[in-house]
């Protein structure tokens, strides 16, 4: 990760956590599926508030049209949240990327990698000696210095359980809780990753 972005990230953690590495995050793959990882628009926590960088106006505006000349709404999907067991086998027998409701762990994890903001947003997670912590950083262009920043949800490394590679071909990997719960993102620097968490299971190996 860049020194700056590092620096952002560790920035918005208290101080006394200090921080020991980051990877950031992003909105899986959708076949729209009742087992898709997407997101209810009310789930969606709002971050940065109030901050406009350049280009903002016309990032929102290329969206408005790619959205309305596919004629597809990127969220949400037919996503079925659900603890029931029965769902839970059928949904590791089938590599589900969601499997929990949306008050489980899972569903408060995904719910914090999928933010909404009026700018743009890189999503990251911070990794403390107890914490997992969502951060917010304002993407704006190389040559911009200030980024607004945000912390975000907080999660205890001990209700992570597993990690695991979802496929070969994607950058996804699902995030396994104590609960039973997990949860699909992309993540797009995965040497990162997994250098943080060098016992994630591969996409040969089954969902605990």
């Known amino acids: 990760m860049q ?3 590092m620096a952002c ?5 208290p101080m006394d956590e200090p921080l020991l590495g980051a990877f950031e ?9 009742e087992d898709d990882a997407d997101v209810p628009p009310d789930r969606q926590p709002k971050v940065l508030v109030g901050q406009r960088g350049p280009g903002d106006r016309r ?23 659900t603890d029931d067991p029965a769902a839970r086998m059928k949904r590791q027998r089938k590599n589900g990327r969601f499997f929990g409701t949306w008050d489980s762990l899972a569903g408060r994890w995904l719910a914090a990698g999928q933010p909404h903001a009026e700018t743009g947003v890189m999503t990251f997670v911070a990794l403390t000696e107890s914490q ?10 190389r040559s911009q210095t200030d980024r607004a920043v945000e912390a ?18 994607r950058k996804e990997f699902q995030f396994g809780f104590t609960d039973g719960s ?12 997994l ?14």
């Open 9 to 13: 990230v560790a920035s918005a953690l």
């Open 182 to 193: 997990w949860g699909t993102l992309l993540v797009p620097q995965e040497q990162e990753f």
């Open 59 to 81: 990032r929102g505006f290329l969206s408005f049209l790619f959205e309305t000349a596919t004629l597809t709404d990127p969220k949400p999907g037919p996503v079925r949240a």
């Open 152 to 169: 975000g949800a907080c999660f205890p490394r001990t209700a992570l359980a597993w990690t695991r590679r979802r496929n070969s071909g």
């Open 132 to 141: 997992l912590r969502f951060v917010y950083v304002q993407n704006v262009r």
């Open 195 to 208: 250098t943080m968490f060098p016992g994630t299971l591969t996409h040969k190996e089954r969902i605990p």
């Open 3 to 5: 020194s700056d972005l």
């Open 25 to 33: 995050v992003g909105r899986a793959m959708s076949d729209r599926r």
